[in-house]
């Protein structure tokens, strides 16, 4: 079964970048959206969430025609620093993280939208700039709203097959990921093969299932 | 009464739509190899018109895949496979009618390069060499071009060192789409596919193979509409069938 | 010239679901407690909040002690957090996920972290054993009662040791007695510490309680000039605790001064003696609508007049209808009918040796002089 643990192994590597890239974005996302007056602001917040309702096969596309050799990011990237994103795991985490984003986002600005902007008031008439204010009492209220959005995400990207297969393509020990070894093993007919992984991808979702739930603080303070 | 005439339609309305996903007796539905995808769309418009009550649903993709689906039960009527290991397995598993398989064309092995490519390699060996960083290859257990290049390879020795190289397709189309786009050096494909985008890749050199590659077609044991299927075959194997698929490259079986 | 303590003329135009509002107020005060009065929706926690920095009015200036925090003119807008004033919200703002002394403790770290829970400062100790909260610092906000929130929110604003406290109704989300007794604290407190400080409200109670001050507001709106300009038309300012309306009834002209009678509605009638220009130039006929305003400590309150005659010519009788002892004084209301009360300040041996009680039959006494005349802008 040494395939099936190297998958494993790569599936969550895969999702915990791309989980972290979207915490930070999503994050500073959702705040801008909760917090911001500017014009337009419904659209940026619609084009954002676009991921979520794309299919992945299109995203996959776009993607490709983006940071593929021929595209205008990744032939830049390839000329300035040599790197190539196609068929790495370092692609599979940008094609994971984008489909994954609209979770983050979506949840944070929900939660910073829920948080009373008296308290942020309060604090910055007691001196506070407007980073410590974020930091003290703005995330802190937030975060087990973003923390919701936070664990869907990691699943999406555990999950992500189809964005991922047209970029990363299925490299086993590279960019094969639990998903697509899966989906390999059957075409091959592989059926024992794929049984088995699908067995441990279960496994390791209940696993993380329960890891969030620990998480979680055992005292909610007061109503926000 | 407007009401359950408004019902009634909707019910027409929901029946004319799932009529595409029911197998009506004047359906059928083929599952052939990626390479086939061209010449067989072709093909079934033709067969259309000489027997109008007759619709064809075509499936592609990577021949392996197909037999998966077709040992799970999909409701396929014909399959057409790349290789003969595909369509031997097929038989083993009495996927298909016995006696009733045929080959109906032939297929070489080529390599190809994109078209602006600065290394274009003459022989197996120049694969080995530097200039060629990734070479697209059918994922052997599932892909027919895949088998045939990992063949070719094993017998020139040369295939360790290739397959670390390798990037895996799922079909001999996608190893076609990374050549294309550029995202390879190399590609293993048949001639008929490099034949389809002439723009975008050329054939770096024809690779010989020890096995023919010649292409079986046989109607499905569990199909619904043993009458149309073979018929098809008939169709594939007439004089206008063989001529659609020489105009796509496809040599005589 | 010494500036003024209280320096604010904001003007900001606000629109919001179809509806516009303007806030368009001016005042400028000396006053060391500054009460801000006016109905729900005048626009005074706009004003406040614009005072603290929360709220960027379009165009105007707020300085205190002559320190401008804004000023549109010459392009000044120091930010929230540079002010140094103390903000107590309605609704105390109280951060939940911190305990009562990490809460009282916050501002006095600004940096990126909150103070531990185990914070050791003698500050904040001190402002703890101040405002009694001693054995609820560990507690959390959702485990208070109301009296007790809003003395952390008090303790938390002072503990920043501000250079003056704005204070948006901080009594209104308190039931009655513990309002007059946090009454009596926070009057103590802002004595001793000699803190400048502006109280919002549309409670009457807290005018007669803190003001040495008051300004009017309505619909956002405030009229200009400094304290001593009376123009009765547009200027009504008053720290009456009193505000009777009525219909004026009749006018006796006289050498120099008129005499007004303002009928009340209920039937009781109050007289007041103004000057003839007051009288012109507020427009008393008979017939107008207008106000008589009273403070609650020119009222006598007698329960027996019997056959006495005395020279005050208003004499309004009724039935006492609340009676609230203070530390010092009690207040006495009485119900004169036709929905209109009186309130009188009586020392609280007068009310005993009395025996004022709920119920009760009483009388309001007060001078025609002790009655100014007002009129509705």
């Known amino acids: 079964m040494e395939p099936a643990w190297v998958a494993l192994g790569l599936s969550l590597k895969v999702a915990l970048w791309a989980t972290a890239i979207d915490l930070l974005l999503g994050v500073a996302a959702g705040y ?27 995203l996959g596309y776009y993607l490709l025609i983006v940071i593929g050799r021929r595209g205008w990011l990744g032939a830049w990237l390839e000329r300035s620093f040599g790197i190539n994103l196609i068929f790495t795991w370092q692609g599979a985490v940008i094609a994971a993280a984008i489909v994954a984003f609209p979770f983050v986002c979506k949840s944070a600005r929900a939660a910073f939208e829920n948080v009373d902007m008296q308290y942020e008031q309060a604090a910055r008439v007691l001196g506070l700039s407007s980073v410590a204010v974020f930091f003290r009492i703005t995330l802190p209220l937030a975060w087990r709203g973003i923390l919701a959005g936070v664990l869907l995400a990691f699943a999406r990207a555990l999950g992500e097959f189809g964005a991922t297969l047209m970029v990363a393509g299925s490299i086993p020990g590279k960019t094969q990921t639990l998903s697509i070894a899966v989906y390999e093993a059957v075409q091959a007919g592989q059926d024992d093969l794929a049984n088995g992984l699908v067995l441990l991808t279960s496994v390791t979702c209940v696993a993380v299932l329960l890891l969030a739930g620990r998480l979680a603080p055992s005292r909610i303070p007061g109503r926000s | ?154 017998k020139a020795r040369l295939w360790p060192a290739i397959e670390a190289k390798m990037i895996g397709a799922q079909s001999v189309r996608q190893a076609l789409d990374y050549v ?74 | ?107 006095l770290d600004k940096g990126l972290r909150n103070p531990r829970r185990r914070v050791a400062s003698a500050p904040v100790e001190r402002w703890l054993e101040t405002l009694e909260l001693a054995a609820l610092g560990d507690r959390y906000p959702d485990e208070l009662s109301g009296g007790q929130r809003q003395r952390t929110a008090l303790a938390r604003t002072l503990a920043a040791e501000p250079r003056a406290l704005l204070l948006d ?11 007059v007794k946090l009454r009596d604290e926070l009057r103590e407190l802002q004595a001793r510490l000699a803190l400048p400080m502006l109280l919002i409200t549309h409670d009457e109670a807290d005018i007669e309680a803190f003001a040495d001050e008051v300004v009017y507001l309505d619909a956002g709106l405030r009229c200009d000039g400094p304290p001593s300009t009376h123009r009765p038309e547009d200027d009504m300012k008053t720290s009456a ?11 006796k002209t006289g050498a120099v001064n008129d005499e007004i009678e303002i009928a009340l509605p209920g039937g009781q009638r109050i007289v007041s003696v103004v000057t003839h220009e007051s009288a012109a130039s507020l ?95």
């Not at chain 1, 909760?34 to 969430?49: I, K, N």
């Open chain 3, 169 to 179: 109704e901080p009594f209104a989300a308190l039931d009655a007695p513990l309002r």
């Open chain 2, 1 to 154: 009464m407007t009401l359950s005439r408004i019902l009634r339609s909707v019910l027409a309305a929901a029946a004319l739509s799932t009529a595409g996903a029911l197998a009506l007796a004047a359906d059928l539905t083929v599952s052939a190899a990626a390479s086939l995808t061209n010449a067989f769309k072709e093909i079934g418009t033709g067969f259309e018109a000489a027997n109008p009550d007759t619709k064809v649903q075509f499936n592609f993709g990577a021949s392996g895949a197909l037999l998966q689906q077709i040992a799970k039960g999909a409701p396929v009527d014909v399959f057409a496979s790349a290789d003969q290991e595909t369509m031997q397995q097929a038989e083993q598993q009495q996927l298909v009618r016995p006696g009733a398989r045929v080959n109906f064309v032939s297929n070489s092995l080529v390599v190809v390069v994109p078209q602006d490519a600065a290394a274009v390699p003459k022989t197996l060996a120049d694969l080995n060499t530097p200039a060629i960083k990734k070479v697209a290859i059918g994922v052997p257990a599932s892909v027919p071009v895949g088998r045939y290049t990992k063949a070719v390879l094993e």
């Open chain 3, 1 to 107: 010239m010494t500036a003024a303590k209280w320096e604010v003329s904001v003007y900001k135009s606000l629109a919001s679901g179809g509806h516009r509002f303007e806030l368009d107020v001016a005042f400028s005060s000396n006053a060391t407690r500054l009460v801000l009065f006016g109905p729900s929706g005048a626009g005074k926690s706009l004003t406040l909040k614009a005072m603290a920095g929360l709220l960027r009015p379009d165009r105007g200036r707020v300085a205190l002690a002559g320190d401008a925090l804004f000023d549109s003119q010459a392009g000044i807008d120091v930010p929230a957090r540079d002010r140094h004033l103390g903000y107590l919200f309605q609704e105390y703002a109280l951060f939940p996920h911190l305990t009562v002394r990490q809460n009282v403790a916050f501002g």
């Open chain 3, 241 to 251: 605790r009193n505000q009777l309306s009525g219909t004026v009834s009749a006018v």
């Open chain 1, 32 to 58: 801008a959206l909760a917090r911001g007056r500017f014009p337009g602001r419904e659209l940026v917040d619609s084009l954002l969430l676009l991921p979520m309702v794309l299919p992945p096969t299109v």
């Open chain 2, 180 to 253: 294309a786009r550029g995202e390879v050096d190399a590609g293993f494909v048949y001639r008929t596919d490099a034949a389809i985008m002439p723009d975008k890749v050329k054939i770096a050199f024809v690779v010989p193979t020890d096995t023919p590659v010649v292409y079986p077609i046989a109607p499905v044991a569990a199909g619904s509409n043993p009458a149309a299927a073979q018929k098809f075959v008939s169709y594939v194997m007439s004089p206008a069938g063989q001529a659609v698929l020489a105009k796509y490259g496809f040599g005589k079986p």
């Open chain 3, 283 to 377: 427009g008393l006929v008979v017939g107008a609508a207008a106000f008589a305003l009273v403070k609650a400590s020119s009222v006598v309150v007698a329960t027996d007049l019997g056959t006495v005659r005395v020279s005050a010519r208003n004499q309004l009788s009724g039935t006492v209808s609340r009676i609230q002892p203070g530390t010092v004084n009690t207040e006495v209301v009485i119900d004169i009918g036709g929905g209109a009360s009186v309130a009188a300040i009586v020392t609280r041996e007068s009310a005993v040796s009395l025996g004022l009680a709920a119920g009760a039959l009483a009388t309001a006494l007060f001078k025609a002089s002790s009655v100014i005349v007002g009129v509705p802008r």
